[in-house]
């Protein structure tokens, strides 16, 4: 049996942690936050939400435990913030074994960060789409929405860096299969720029707001920015001749002709649907606890690629330059914000 890692147990970690224990999985969490290590060694990991609830015991360590372990991990699924790929990485190799290799489970696009200290042989990525996870508290880990696989959907999108669908890939594919629909992908990168469409899309609206998907599903202005964000994304992953995948179940065709009436009003259309709960992604759970965002790694990720290829970002440059005010306290979360990015960017004029 494989020997599992699971570096970061917060709300990813954690579901992954108490659905593969639950599943007969050799899972060992390894976590920074002393408290929730603490929770899951003494109460397990509690799942509520559209997959729960139950409690699931499960074995975790404080970073400062990890030296003790008998064994070398086989596979170690990375489920940090973006912001602590590097030194995670570099500490978990050491517990890595010699064919043992990594799996990036994150949002952004950081599987080249970790290739850069393990090896791009050893390395690995899983595109998560619509998986709406939040720990509630140590140790208790929710869901939002409905499972992918009771809709058609895949939520996990597993794959080499380059190259075709590998054994290795299958291993990770039929392990996500005890949590949610997964396959393997050929097309990584493609994928990962969808991924970073909607995080662009999605997080940065709802967290300068403070609007959960379904307030933001109500505002005009909300849908308006996130249709033309992801135009913005998509058009900057073109330049780079990234065979990006559909975002949200459209092509990226569609997204490059949002100026076409029709095609915006159906996409407008598609954005006004409330769902069943009202959830508020990472970055707006960020923010609620007064915690660091991604921010760097989505919208100034496209900002910068955009530069590469001599392509203004005006939305992208917006959005992060709101989102830096609103982390650093200058400004809270409202509504209005949304309004000024569509402003400054140009979207909409400033007398409207």
Not at 36 to 50: Q, Y
Not at 273 to 289: E, L, N, T
Not at 329 to 345: A, D, Y
Request: one cysteine or more; hydrophobic letters at 40%.
């Amino acid at each position: 049996m494989n020997k599992i890692a699971i570096m970061g147990a917060g709300a990813v970690g954690s579901y992954f942690g108490a659905f593969l224990t639950r599943a007969g999985e050799d899972i060992t969490l390894i976590d920074m936050w002393d408290k929730n290590v603490a929770a899951i060694k003494t109460d397990g990991i509690t799942v509520t939400g559209s997959q729960g609830p139950f409690t699931q015991s499960a074995k975790a360590l404080h970073l400062h435990e990890v030296q003790h372990e008998n064994r070398l991990f086989d596979i170690v699924l990375l489920a940090v913030k973006s912001y602590d790929t590097l030194w995670a990485t570099e500490f978990i190799k050491a517990h890595l074994a010699p064919d043992g290799f990594v799996v990036s489970c994150q949002n952004g696009i950081n599987d080249y960060a970790v290739a850069s200290i393990v090896g791009q042989h050893r390395t690995l990525g899983c595109v998560m789409s619509v998986i709406e996870v939040g720990l509630l508290d140590s140790g208790h880990v929710t869901r939002g929405g409905p499972p992918g696989r009771n809709r058609g959907h895949y939520v996990f999108r597993v794959g080499e860096l380059c190259g075709p669908i590998s054994p290795r890939v299958t291993r990770i594919v039929e392990l996500l299969e005890h949590i949610d629909a997964a396959r393997g992908t050929s097309n990584l990168l493609g994928e990962r720029w969808a991924k970073l469409a909607a995080n662009c899309m999605s997080n940065p609206t709802g967290a300068m707001s403070g609007l959960g998907s379904n307030g933001q599903a109500n505002s005009a202005d909300a849908r308006r920015l996130r249709i033309y964000t992801i135009n913005e994304v998509v058009t900057i992953a073109k330049s780079h001749d990234i065979a990006i995948a559909p975002v949200m179940g459209t092509s990226p065709d569609t997204w490059l002709n949002v100026a076409d009436v029709n095609i915006y009003q159906k996409l407008d259309a598609k954005f006004s649907i409330a769902g069943p709960v009202d959830w508020h992604a990472s970055m707006g759970q960020d923010i609620s606890k007064g915690r660091k965002t991604e921010n760097d790694f989505f919208s100034l990720y496209v900002s910068r690629r955009g530069s590469e290829m001599g392509i203004d970002t005006p939305i992208s440059d917006a959005t992060w330059e709101m989102m830096r005010k609103i982390e650093r306290k200058q400004l809270l979360p409202n509504p209005i914000h949304i309004t000024s990015v569509l402003k400054k960017s140009g979207i909409l004029r400033e007398n409207n």
